[in-house]
């Protein structure tokens, strides 16, 4: 089994930046995609950003405020978001996908307010 563990959202400020991080434990497989969704309220999740060691894709939505980071045994993933605005408020979804199986991870809110 793989289990996902995510951290690092919460609240802040328009313009305000946070990382997340989502490291992978168990039987996972290094060669894989990891990544990030989000689910606003009353819309449908959304590809943030996800990355494999062929290719990295980022919505446009975040392109040029927000990153995606792989660590080197590809367990882990990170999205550093940077210049964030109130429509980046949502519950942000750890992704992992290997030759097996799909899975998301809990979940972490992040909400940006003044």
């Known amino acids: 089994q793989v289990q996902l563990v995510e951290s690092g959202g919460g609240l802040v400020q328009p313009g305000g930046s946070l990382r997340l991080s989502c490291v992978a434990s168990?039987?996972?497989?290094?060669?894989?995609?990891m990544g990030w969704y989000r689910q606003a309220p009353g819309k449908e999740r959304e590809l943030v950003a996800v990355?494999?060691?062929?290719?990295?894709n980022i919505t446009d939505a975040v392109r040029g405020r927000f990153t995606i980071s792989r660590n080197k045994l590809q367990n882990a993933a990170y999205l550093q978001m940077n210049n964030l605005k109130p429509e980046d408020t949502a519950v942000y979804y750890c992704?992992?996908?290997?030759?097996?199986?799909?899975?998301w991870g809990q979940g972490t809110q992040v909400t940006v307010s003044s």
């Open positions: 168990g039987n996972y497989i290094s060669v894989n995609t």
């Open positions: 990355h494999n060691r062929a290719n990295t």
């Open positions: 992704y992992y996908r290997d030759r097996i199986r799909n899975l």
